[in-house]
């Protein structure tokens, strides 16, 4: 499948800021069944992209620009043509061992309730790794409310948005990563884009966990959707948690408000 994504980021300022700084991960690399044909991101102000890798070999572009502006642009536009690899990755850039991602980050620490969770799966599959994700992936679909993505929230712990069974996709999946951890599975968290039949206009990207499956290697749990990621995803950055893989973080000089808006298009 070729995917087209237009992403559009829109900060307005009042009064005007004097300037910024900006990190974006907003990339993706190639690997197998994804292969990047253009990509290409630009600033509204006269700023300079420098790129950079971060420590998890995800493509990051740093900039900073001078204002005084009451409006500033981000415009991500680019091709990529998928395949459906059911969920299993290769080919991708790993700097780590698996092993790293048993680490947990305040985000994604599973409380008892997750572990009792988690270890009824371990019980029912008696230690088949891969059976026991695909049930967490499906026991959580059928237990957490799937919300709509808002434009700017506080991510919420694991274990909150556990307690109170609804959730976005990040919030999900920092779930997904701790009760994965919690039977000793290795798993990350994932942002990209998805396009979903039907919804061509979205308004944040999307997130999806991969964990390590012994002799299969990593593999994609989307637990928003209840599958593993298909040729309708595009898979941008990794990280511990959202915070590792976050897509764009940054700062703004000078006192005043700010309000943001995103649409993000994702089509055939």
């Not at 690899?85 to 790993?94: A, D, H, K, L, S």
Request: aromatic share 8%; net charge negative.
């Amino acid at each position: 499948m070729r995917l087209r994504i237009a992403h559009r980021i829109v900060y307005r300022y009042d009064p005007p800021a004097t300037g910024m700084i900006q990190v974006l991960r907003l990339t993706p690399r190639n690997h197998e069944g994804q292969y990047v044909i253009d990509w290409r991101i630009e600033a509204s102000a006269d700023a300079r992209l420098n790129s950079h890798e971060d420590a998890f070999g995800n493509l990051m572009h740093v900039f900073s620009a001078d204002g005084p502006f009451a409006e500033f642009i981000i415009s991500i536009d680019g091709q990529v043509e998928t395949q459906d690899t059911e969920g299993v990755v290769r080919g991708t850039f790993e700097r780590f061992p698996p092993s790293l991602f048993l680490r947990d980050t305040a985000l994604t620490r599973a409380d008892e309730g997750i572990r009792d969770f988690a270890q009824t799966i371990h019980a029912a599959d008696g230690g088949d790794v891969l059976g026991e994700l695909h049930a967490l992936l499906h026991r959580l679909h059928d237990g957490m409310r799937g919300e709509s993505d808002p434009l700017e929230t506080e991510a919420a712990t694991a274990a909150e948005v556990f307690a109170r069974k609804r959730g976005i996709a990040r919030d999900l999946t920092h779930i997904f990563i701790g009760a994965a951890h919690s039977l000793g599975i290795p798993a990350r968290y994932i942002a990209g884009y998805f396009c979903a039949d039907g919804a061509v206009e979205q308004h944040s990207g999307h997130a999806w966990a991969e964990a390590f499956v012994p002799g299969l290697g990593w593999v994609g749990f989307d637990t928003t959707n209840c599958v593993c990621p298909t040729d309708a995803y595009v898979r941008v950055a990794v990280g511990l948690d959202a915070l590792g893989a976050i897509p764009v973080r940054g700062i703004r000089y000078g006192a005043g408000g700010e309000t943001l808006a995103v649409a993000i298009k994702v089509d055939q």
